[in-house]
């Protein structure tokens, strides 16, 4: 992998956390409006699926998946359907910010299972940046924890799992270009999200997404836009990086909780913004230094 290619990984990263955190404030909305979390899921997916075969065939682009990849792209299609359905289903049961609390204890389950998945050892460095970005993230999104639907709790961190999941398996498909993995991955959460949707009757007609046209629309467009750049950026950095760069969400989604639904930022949500931001930057430069030193060491003959 080289720095410049590492770099633009980091890049997409940012930039696909800045979109899903767009994403769920205007999803909150569209539920106020009686647009469930798994309706918007399936018909996104009908979306995604043409906007990525019309995309193939004008940039002429393969749908082929590496045949040592396949078992591992049926993984990230069922973790994935489970993500966007427990995440998008949990804020119609509590507020974004106990949600978005919930849901972003997935960079540590990533941490603390990287040792066994990728076999590499936690460093003291790696702990205590995590340490930092859960800190910041819980100062900015901390409202009270009382008179919770426990419902909107049990989805919020099921998606945490299912995200875990699909950092850890997203990293490992690098053979299979990016069309082809937003394609098949779709393909695949389709019917998951019909069957979810059907086993809990929130699957509704097309015309409930008319509830809320445009919450909907940029709930979706956020979507398609920040898994796009997901998938680009797991193809150049580690999961492990990836988790930590995603702590941005959250704070974005606040912020814009905040411009667009009138909420007030405490100073020790700033805070707390601050704390991510300094965690994230500090890994940031950490990785850079990692893949500069690592093309440094001479290859043994």
């Known amino acids: 992998m080289t720095r410049s290619s590492h770099g633009t990984g980091l890049f997409f990263a940012i930039s696909s956390a800045g979109l899903y955190g767009l994403n769920i404030v205007f999803a909150r909305m569209a539920s106020f409006a009686g647009a469930s979390g798994s309706a918007i899921v399936v018909y996104r997916v009908f979306l995604m699926l043409v906007l990525v075969a019309i995309v193939a065939f004008i940039a002429r682009r393969s749908l082929a998946v590496a045949r040592e990849e396949r ?170 990086a990836a988790g930590i760069i995603f702590c941005t969400e959250p704070v974005v989604a606040s912020i814009c909780s905040a411009l667009i639904l009138n909420e007030v930022l405490s100073p020790l949500q700033v805070a707390g913004g601050a704390l991510v931001l300094t965690a994230i930057i500090t890994n940031v430069l950490l990785e850079q230094r990692r893949v500069k030193d690592a093309r440094l060491i001479p290859i043994a003959d």
């Open 71 to 240: 078992g591992t792209l049926l993984l990230l299609g069922i973790s994935s359907a489970l993500q966007g359905i427990g995440y998008l289903s949990s804020v119609a049961f509590i507020p974004v910010t106990v949600a978005a609390v919930v849901f972003y204890t997935y960079p540590i389950l990533i941490v603390l299972a990287n040792p066994f998945v990728e076999k590499t050892p936690l460093t003291p460095a790696l702990i205590g940046i995590v340490a930092v970005a859960t800190a910041g993230v819980c100062l900015v999104v901390g409202p009270a924890f009382t008179g919770l639907d426990w419902r909107g709790l049990a989805l919020a961190f099921g998606a945490s799992i299912a995200t875990t999941v699909q950092f850890f398996t997203a990293a490992r498909c690098t053979k299979t270009g990016v069309v082809a993995k937003v394609f098949w991955v779709q393909l695949i959460v389709l019917p998951t999200a019909i069957l979810i949707s059907l086993a809990t009757g929130q699957l509704a007609p097309p015309s409930i997404l008319a509830l809320a046209p445009f919450a909907v629309a940029v709930t979706i467009g956020g979507y398609v836009g920040g898994f796009v750049l997901q998938l680009a950026a797991l193809g150049r950095i580690s999961a492990v």
